[in-house]
């Protein structure tokens, strides 16, 4: 249903909250709010009524697209200077064109430098079409442009080819726009923005055209515009852009016009990714069909050839093209002017004309006006490309990208070994053109999408609207809870959840919810408030027993509640009496944070404790390995030293009060040493247990104590220890009895708490828990890769349940210079709500500040323990299955011995009845854990969600960072019982049939060579190529089975935004220093990185600085002190503190990222061209890697052709 309908949460439980206002609802008669507007259309399926997702959500253009759209776009390209990240200068000849190059947005350009996908997209197949669909899909049918195979030549260079492209993309949507009626659509949304956006297929008038350049257009055009139509002959080509993929109109004839009939093909309304919403329709890749012989992937263009590995290579198609088609000045082209409308952008499509057809692709970069129509006629514009296209697109047909083409004569099959489909080798065009691949910035751009969600969210984020979705967690925004759970403790995947179970299976899109228990918040936002129900404890539903909230019902004048989640009626406890006033709702509504609010927290009575008895405060034991690599790396000596100042900041609730936990220490190699702190002895005592086959404590009086009492034996401790330790030379270790030392001394004070591990190498002195080692690189790749994820033994995962049922949450600090299986060691720390950091190779040079700051903070974050969290449901769903580090011994209860302010917990629901659209879906997360200060409290987390009986709404209002964060825990938990093939094939089979489903049953009827995006999933594929590449499903050979189990367990707990910068790191251009506001980033693609930048690089858990070899001396000076680039030396992790704006703002900007991640990120500077470029590339994971995975327009093609199978 609309999210914008649903009345505000609380008006049913009583008066609307002052500001509950529909945050960013424009009236749905208005159209889709401006954020969504580029939905424009209503997806065929949905009346255009129906709101976006949430205003929140909507592609960011909004009407039509705002100007500021593009501009992010933009900015990248153009503006960055020496940035690439817009087209390549045109002098210099990019290798890979599209990279750099904005998003034209209008023309897709697809066809653009990579031929590969373009022709996948290809035109849409016309009759003839067909045929070379295939072939088609090579956009290139046209004849090559004069400028080359690949790229158009820049405008004024390039021949017409540009046109194709340009003109295409441009076309494309525009077609749309006089279509606009014709639309294929169906009208556009209500709103006129809306449906000028609706043309999201075509391009949006200049004016609209919000994303302009700076959007992504790839989206939409993206696959249309994959060739460049040839020059004016090209007309084949037609536009180029895949959008069109009917036969091209001749040249005289419009193109426009032909769009409009059903096809569309964009559907006007979205984007070519379409992100529209729900329209989707956009076909906005639309493409011919890739010919059905590819190879795995489709491979777009020819070049699959050199793609090894599924998809086939970005780059040029192999033969078929020379490489230099792509080459050539196609950058430019490839930035679609500013004004041209993106391809994503929502607003009308620009009138035809408007992007001259060499222009658009020209005009990536160029300014829209020059090109009118005609565009420079450069050689690029060859014949104003055709006269009928405007703007040099061909004409589509029926709003197909181009019309039909053959293959192009120089390209290779449209995909790699295939010959050419259907079409005639020959095509239309020349061979010497050569299908262009298909422009990366005509294809969904994830940074557009962060930037317009940025610029959409101007006011606080207000939860009173059930059914809202929140801003993207990459935006900054305020949250003021009004009835529902923050998005900081809550995400889910969708937020109008399916009516039926069978809509749910037909769609495939996760239901789940990540939750974030304990979550800390920004200052300017309060805590949850702490509410005191006294001896009665509090008031719970008496059949499902799920705790008093905004969604009980007072009735019968308040003496009764009815329960929201079952629907029960309870009696109110006198004490908790309270009228009604005349809408129903207590008089005190406002004044209770569990009437009104979605999080807060109760006290819990006694009741609510481990056998009946208020918990002793916790404990933290240091358990120190002082075997011979422990003692010489450092580590010893670094923890001992740090932990005499570390003492001084254990948790506390109240900054003014002492902290109540009490601390032990333990040392150990094959034998464990206890230590009796006790303060009434004037030097510690050391007892030795070497019986490690059955572990006790030696001793109860002395081991756990105060810090303030016992601080000066405590400090003689730590500075014997290493002195101690320091000439050893025992190099076997023991783990199980540490974990089993810590777990008996707690029980021996029964209370729970914390060990902290430092722990070097593997266990394989003789001792419970005995390891050996098992890494084999023949199994890589094989069914029995899986054994290597288990645990060797069964031991630790007996051992952790016995420290759950204690309250005992283990961290591990690992300092491994060799395999140590880290599989089985992190058994423990998982399985008890700790965790695992992992210092491979640890240098006390380098590394000492990255393991400090993780320790200080490990040490300081507020905990709560013997935690247990229960999901409880409104009637129709029920949560079924949990990820993340807990144990459970049933179907319902999460045990955490530890939970922090750092993990999550990702729930997923299924249906076991039906919901209803009045009612919504009710979720209510309740966690009883002991505070730090030895307080027995449960949080309480509720969420309302809207439901929904129409698949278009679903689709509107999902949350593609959270079903990435979902879809990876699901994938990476799979890889204990399944080949990691089969699991990424999983993987790319679920999102080709939300994909697909979204095509069937919302789209705009097109061609079935246009991809088209749901606007809010328009990232899923870019994103979901980022999980099928991760070092856990598809690892290089320098890729360790200890990095690979040691990230499957850091990501089982991560919360959305640690998921998303993981996944797709984040690139920012170091190109303008000014204060205050961060440089746009740029996309992950080394096609983005110009000679001249800096640029840094964050994933949340590594940091680097990029230097370009020809980066101004000044600036060399400002940041390194040196004025050579051959001076900077690559070891550095650390900036040198300078005295200048530019050292400042740098350093301010790194401290900044660290700040907003739960793991210190160590610095690496990276050299152009220096080895350590390996490593960093890895991140940049919009291109191939170097293990086999695709590129991000690789897979889109691959994603294009299994969705057309599973439509097929």
Same mark, same amino acid.
Request: hydrophobic share 30%; aromatic share 8%.
């Given at each position: 249903?609309?999210?914008?309908?649903?009345?505000?949460?609380?008006?049913?439980?009583?008066?609307?909250?002052?500001?509950?206002?529909?945050?960013?609802?424009?009236?749905?008669?208005?159209?889709?709010?401006?954020?969504?507007?580029?939905?424009?259309?209503?997806?065929?399926?949905?009346?255009?009524?129906?709101?976006?997702?949430?205003?929140?959500?909507?592609?960011?253009?909004?009407?039509?697209?705002?100007?500021?759209?593009?501009?992010?776009?933009?900015?990248?390209?153009?503006?960055?200077?020496?940035?690439?990240?817009?087209?390549?200068?045109?002098?210099?000849?990019?290798?890979?064109?599209?990279?750099?190059?904005?998003?034209?947005?209008?023309?897709?350009?697809?066809?653009?430098?990579?031929?590969?996908?373009?022709?996948?997209?290809?035109?849409?197949?016309?009759?003839?079409?067909?045929?070379?669909?295939?072939?088609?899909?090579?956009?290139?049918?046209?004849?090559?442009?004069?400028?080359?195979?690949?790229?158009?030549?820049?405008?004024?260079?390039?021949?017409?080819?540009?046109?194709?492209?340009?003109?295409?993309?441009?076309?494309?949507?525009?077609?749309?726009?006089?279509?606009?009626?014709?639309?294929?659509?169906?009208?556009?949304?209500?709103?006129?923005?809306?449906?000028?956006?609706?043309?999201?297929?075509?391009?949006? +008038?200049?004016?609209?055209? &919000? /994303?302009? %350049?700076?959007? *992504? !257009?790839? @989206?939409?055009?993206? #696959?249309? $515009?994959?060739? =460049?139509?040839?020059?004016?002959?090209?007309?084949?080509?037609?536009?180029?852009?895949?959008?069109?993929?009917?036969?091209?109109?001749?040249?005289?004839?419009?193109?426009?016009?032909?769009?409009?009939?059903?096809?569309?093909?964009? +559907?006007?309304?979205?984007? &070519? /990714?379409? %992100?529209?919403? *729900? !329209?989707? @329709?956009?076909?906005? #890749?639309? $493409?011919?069909? =890739?010919?059905?012989?590819?190879?795995?992937?489709?491979?777009?263009?020819?070049?699959?050839?050199?793609?090894?590995?599924?998809?086939?290579?970005?780059?040029?198609?192999?033969?078929?093209?020379?490489?230099?088609?792509?080459?050539? +000045?196609?950058?430019?082209?490839?930035?679609?002017?500013?004004?041209? !409308?993106?391809?994503?952008?929502?607003?009308?499509?620009?009138?035809?004309?408007?992007?001259?057809?060499?222009?658009?692709?020209?005009?990536?970069?160029?300014?829209?006006?020059?090109?009118?129509?005609?565009?420079?006629?450069?050689?690029?514009?060859?014949?104003?490309?055709?006269?009928?296209?405007?703007?040099?697109?061909?004409?589509?047909?029926?709003?197909?990208?181009?019309?039909?083409?053959?293959?192009?004569?120089?390209?290779?099959?449209?995909?790699?070994?295939?010959?050419?489909?259907?079409?005639?080798?020959?095509?239309?065009?020349?061979?010497?053109?050569?299908?262009?691949?298909?422009?990366?910035?005509?294809?969904?751009?994830?940074?557009?999408?962060?930037?317009?969600?940025?610029?959409?969210?101007?006011?606080?984020?207000?939860?009173?609207?059930?059914?809202?979705?929140?801003?993207?967690?990459?935006?900054?925004?305020?949250?003021?809870?009004?009835?529902?759970?923050?998005?900081?403790?809550?995400?889910?995947?969708?937020?109008?959840?399916?009516?039926?179970?069978?809509?749910?299976?037909?769609?495939?899109?996760?239901?789940?919810?990540?939750?974030?228990?304990?979550?800390?918040?920004?200052?300017?936002?309060?805590?949850?408030?702490?509410?005191?129900?006294?001896?009665?404890?509090?008031?719970?539903?008496?059949?499902?027993?799920?705790?008093?909230?905004?969604?009980?019902?007072?009735?019968?004048?308040?003496?009764?509640?009815?329960?929201?989640?079952?629907?029960?009626?309870?009696?109110?406890?006198?004490?908790?009496?309270?009228?009604?006033?005349?809408?129903?709702?207590?008089?005190?509504?406002?004044?209770?944070?569990?009437?009104?609010?979605?999080?807060?927290?109760?006290?819990?009575?006694?009741?609510?404790?481990?056998?009946?008895?208020?918990?002793?405060?916790?404990?933290?034991?240091?358990?120190?390995?002082?075997?011979?690599?422990?003692?010489?790396?450092?580590?010893?000596?670094?923890?001992?030293?740090?932990?005499?100042?570390?003492?001084?900041?254990?948790?506390?609730?109240?900054?003014?009060?002492?902290?109540?936990?009490?601390?032990?220490?333990?040392?150990?190699?094959?034998?464990?040493?206890?230590?009796?702190?006790?303060?009434?002895?004037?030097?510690?005592?050391?007892?030795?247990?070497?019986?490690?086959?059955?572990?006790?404590?030696?001793?109860?009086?002395?081991?756990?104590?105060?810090?303030?009492?016992?601080?000066?034996?405590?400090?003689?401790?730590?500075?014997?220890?290493?002195?101690?330790?320091?000439?050893?030379?025992?190099?076997?270790?023991?783990?199980?009895?540490?974990?089993?030392?810590?777990?008996?001394?707690?029980?021996?004070?029964?209370?729970?708490?914390?060990?902290?591990?430092?722990?070097?190498?593997?266990?394989?002195?003789?001792?419970?828990?005995?390891?050996?080692?098992?890494?084999?690189?023949?199994?890589?790749?094989?069914?029995?890769?899986?054994?290597?994820?288990?645990?060797?033994?069964?031991?630790?995962?007996?051992?952790?349940?016995?420290?759950?049922?204690?309250?005992?949450?283990?961290?591990?600090?690992?300092?491994?210079?060799?395999?140590?299986?880290?599989?089985?060691?992190?058994?423990?720390?998982?399985?008890?709500?700790?965790?695992?950091?992992?210092?491979?190779?640890?240098?006390?040079?380098?590394?000492?500040?990255?393991?400090?700051?993780?320790?200080?903070?490990?040490?300081?974050?507020?905990?709560?323990?013997?935690?247990?969290?229960?999901?409880?449901?409104?009637?129709?769903?029920?949560?079924?299955?949990?990820?993340?580090?807990?144990?459970?011994?049933?179907?319902?209860?999460?045990?955490?011995?530890?939970?922090?302010?750092?993990?999550?917990?990702?729930?997923?629901?299924?249906?076991?009845?039906?919901?209803?659209?009045?009612?919504?879906?009710?979720?209510?997360?309740?966690?009883?854990?002991?505070?730090?200060?030895?307080?027995?409290?449960?949080?309480?987390?509720?969420?309302?969600?809207?439901?929904?009986?129409?698949?278009?709404?679903?689709?509107?209002?999902?949350?593609?960072?959270?079903?990435?964060?979902?879809?990876?825990?699901?994938?990476?938990?799979?890889?204990?019982?399944?080949?990691?093939?089969?699991?990424?094939?999983?993987?790319?089979?679920?999102?080709?049939?939300?994909?697909?489903?979204?095509?069937?049953?919302?789209?705009?009827?097109?061609?079935?060579?246009?991809?088209?995006?749901?606007?809010?999933?328009?990232?899923?594929?870019?994103?979901?190529?980022?999980?099928?590449?991760?070092?856990?499903?598809?690892?290089?050979?320098?890729?360790?089975?200890?990095?690979?189990?040691?990230?499957?367990?850091?990501?089982?707990?991560?919360?959305?935004?640690?998921?998303?910068?993981?996944?797709?790191?984040?690139?920012?251009?170091?190109?303008?220093?000014?204060?205050?506001?961060?440089?746009?980033?740029?996309?992950?693609?080394?096609?983005?990185?110009?000679?001249?930048?800096?640029?840094?690089?964050?994933?949340?858990?590594?940091?680097?600085?990029?230097?370009?070899?020809?980066?101004?001396?000044?600036?060399?000076?400002?940041?390194?002190?040196?004025?050579?680039?051959?001076?900077?030396?690559?070891?550095?992790?650390?900036?040198?503190?300078?005295?200048?704006?530019?050292?400042?703002?740098?350093?301010?900007?790194?401290?900044?990222?660290?700040?907003?991640?739960?793991?210190?990120?160590?610095?690496?500077?990276?050299?152009?061209?220096?080895?350590?470029?390996?490593?960093?590339?890895?991140?940049?994971?919009?291109?191939?890697?170097?293990?086999?995975?695709?590129?991000?327009?690789?897979?889109?093609?691959?994603?294009?052709?299994?969705?057309?199978?599973?439509?097929?």
């Amino acid at each position: 249903m609309n999210v914008n309908q649903h009345t505000p949460m609380a008006s049913p439980y009583g008066q609307p909250q002052p500001g509950y206002g529909q945050p960013g609802y424009a009236p749905l008669d208005g159209g889709y709010p401006a954020p969504y507007a580029p939905y424009n259309g209503p997806a065929s399926a949905y009346q255009p009524g129906a709101p976006p997702q949430g205003p929140a959500r909507g592609p960011p253009t909004s009407g039509a697209p705002p100007v500021s759209a593009p501009q992010p776009y933009n900015q990248y390209s153009h503006s960055q200077g020496d940035m690439q990240n817009g087209p390549p200068p045109m002098t210099q000849a990019p290798p890979r064109p599209a990279a750099s190059q904005q998003y034209n947005q209008g023309a897709v350009n697809l066809s653009g430098p990579q031929p590969s996908y373009p022709q996948h997209y290809g035109p849409q197949p016309s009759m003839q079409q067909v045929t070379n669909q295939m072939t088609g899909m090579q956009i290139t049918s046209g004849p090559p442009t004069p400028a080359g195979p690949g790229y158009a030549p820049p405008h004024s260079s390039q021949p017409p080819v540009n046109t194709a492209y340009s003109a295409a993309p441009p076309h494309s949507y525009t077609q749309a726009p006089p279509p606009a009626s014709s639309a294929p659509t169906q009208p556009p949304p209500p709103s006129g923005p809306a449906a000028s956006q609706q043309y999201y297929g075509g391009p949006p +008038p200049p004016s609209q055209q &919000p /994303f302009n %350049s700076s959007l *992504p !257009p790839t @989206s939409q055009q993206p #696959f249309a $515009s994959p060739a =460049p139509p040839p020059p004016s002959s090209q007309q084949t080509f037609p536009p180029s852009s895949s959008s069109y993929s009917g036969p091209a109109p001749t040249p005289g004839q419009a193109p426009a016009p032909p769009v409009s009939p059903p096809q569309q093909s964009f +559907p006007p309304t979205q984007p &070519p /990714f379409s %992100s529209a919403p *729900p !329209p989707a @329709s956009h076909p906005a #890749f639309v $493409s011919g069909p =890739p010919p059905p012989a590819q190879g795995s992937f489709p491979p777009r263009a020819a070049p699959p050839s050199s793609q090894p590995g599924s998809f086939p290579p970005p780059g040029p198609p192999p033969i078929s093209m020379p490489p230099g088609q792509y080459q050539g +000045p196609m950058p430019p082209q490839q930035q679609p002017p500013p004004s041209q !409308p993106s391809p994503y952008h929502s607003g009308p499509p620009p009138p035809r004309v408007q992007m001259p057809p060499t222009s658009m692709a020209q005009s990536n970069h160029l300014p829209p006006g020059p090109q009118g129509p005609p565009g420079p006629l450069g050689p690029m514009q060859q014949p104003p490309s055709q006269p009928g296209m405007q703007g040099g697109y061909p004409p589509q047909q029926n709003g197909a990208f181009g019309q039909v083409r053959g293959p192009q004569p120089g390209y290779a099959g449209p995909y790699p070994g295939q010959p050419n489909y259907g079409a005639p080798a020959t095509a239309p065009a020349p061979a010497p053109a050569a299908q262009k691949r298909l422009d990366p910035d005509s294809i969904p751009s994830p940074i557009q999408v962060i930037e317009d969600d940025k610029v959409k969210t101007t006011e606080p984020f207000t939860t009173g609207v059930r059914g809202q979705a929140p801003p993207l967690v990459t935006t900054n925004f305020q949250v003021k809870d009004q009835g529902n759970a923050s998005p900081r403790f809550v995400r889910c995947t969708a937020y109008n959840m399916p009516c039926t179970a069978d809509m749910a299976k037909q769609s495939q899109v996760p239901l789940a919810a990540v939750i974030k228990p304990l979550a800390t918040l920004p200052p300017d936002e309060t805590p949850p408030y702490l509410v005191d129900h006294g001896e009665g404890g509090p008031i719970r539903c008496n059949r499902c027993k799920a705790y008093m909230c905004p969604y009980m019902q007072f009735i019968e004048g308040g003496r009764r509640f009815q329960c929201g989640f079952c629907s029960c009626v309870t009696e109110v406890p006198p004490h908790y009496f309270q009228h009604l006033d005349h809408t129903g709702k207590r008089v005190d509504c406002y004044d209770r944070p569990e009437l009104s609010l979605g999080s807060y927290e109760f006290m819990a009575t006694v009741d609510y404790c481990k056998n009946n008895k208020i918990p002793q405060p916790p404990a933290f034991i240091f358990l120190i390995d002082v075997s011979y690599n422990a003692v010489k790396s450092g580590m010893v000596n670094i923890v001992c030293e740090e932990l005499k100042t570390l003492l001084d900041y254990l948790p506390r609730e109240n900054p003014e009060m002492d902290s109540v936990v009490r601390v032990g220490f333990v040392t150990y190699n094959k034998v464990l040493h206890f230590y009796n702190v006790k303060a009434s002895l004037a030097q510690p005592q050391m007892l030795v247990v070497s019986d490690v086959s059955d572990m006790f404590v030696p001793l109860l009086d002395g081991f756990l104590v105060n810090v303030n009492e016992s601080r000066l034996v405590i400090e003689s401790l730590l500075d014997q220890i290493p002195e101690m330790f320091a000439e050893t030379r025992e190099t076997e270790t023991v783990f199980g009895p540490v974990i089993q030392a810590g777990l008996e001394a707690l029980k021996a004070a029964d209370c729970s708490g914390k060990l902290f591990v430092f722990h070097s190498s593997l266990p394989i002195a003789e001792a419970p828990g005995k390891l050996k080692n098992r890494e084999d690189k023949k199994l890589i790749g094989t069914d029995k890769e899986k054994s290597l994820f288990q645990p060797q033994v069964a031991f630790y995962n007996t051992l952790a349940k016995e420290c759950v049922a204690q309250g005992c949450c283990v961290d591990l600090f690992l300092f491994p210079n060799q395999y140590v299986d880290v599989a089985t060691l992190g058994v423990v720390p998982v399985s008890t709500g700790g965790s695992v950091y992992k210092y491979t190779y640890f240098q006390a040079q380098s590394d000492t500040e990255r393991f400090l700051n993780d320790l200080r903070r490990d040490v300081q974050k507020l905990v709560g323990f013997d935690a247990v969290m229960r999901v409880r449901t409104s009637t129709g769903i029920r949560a079924t299955d949990f990820f993340g580090s807990f144990f459970m011994s049933n179907t319902t209860d999460v045990e955490l011995a530890g939970l922090d302010c750092d993990k999550a917990v990702t729930v997923e629901f299924k249906h076991d009845d039906k919901l209803s659209e009045e009612t919504g879906a009710l979720m209510q997360c309740a966690v009883l854990y002991t505070s730090c200060s030895g307080q027995r409290r449960l949080r309480v987390h509720n969420m309302a969600v809207n439901c929904c009986s129409q698949l278009a709404d679903l689709y509107r209002n999902c949350e593609t960072d959270t079903i990435i964060n979902f879809l990876s825990k699901y994938a990476f938990r799979g890889l204990l019982s399944n080949p990691t093939k089969a699991v990424r094939d999983t993987l790319i089979n679920q999102c080709a049939q939300i994909l697909a489903c979204y095509r069937k049953n919302c789209a705009s009827p097109s061609s079935a060579g246009q991809l088209i995006l749901p606007e809010c999933m328009k990232l899923l594929p870019v994103y979901l190529n980022c999980v099928l590449k991760s070092d856990v499903l598809m690892p290089g050979a320098d890729v360790s089975l200890d990095d690979r189990a040691y990230l499957r367990q850091l990501i089982s707990c991560m919360d959305v935004a640690e998921s998303h910068v993981f996944f797709y790191p984040r690139l920012l251009p170091l190109t303008k220093f000014e204060s205050g506001s961060l440089p746009v980033a740029v996309r992950d693609s080394e096609e983005r990185l110009s000679k001249g930048g800096l640029y840094v690089l964050e994933t949340g858990l590594h940091l680097f600085l990029w230097v370009g070899a020809s980066v101004q001396q000044e600036l060399l000076v400002n940041i390194f002190g040196t004025p050579s680039f051959s001076q900077i030396d690559p070891s550095l992790t650390s900036l040198p503190v300078l005295d200048n704006p530019f050292s400042q703002r740098l350093r301010e900007i790194i401290e900044s990222f660290r700040a907003q991640r739960s793991r210190y990120m160590k610095l690496m500077v990276v050299k152009q061209e220096d080895k350590s470029e390996l490593i960093f590339r890895h991140f940049l994971v919009e291109d191939k890697s170097a293990s086999g995975g695709a590129s991000y327009v690789d897979f889109l093609c691959h994603m294009h052709k299994e969705i057309r199978q599973l439509l097929s």
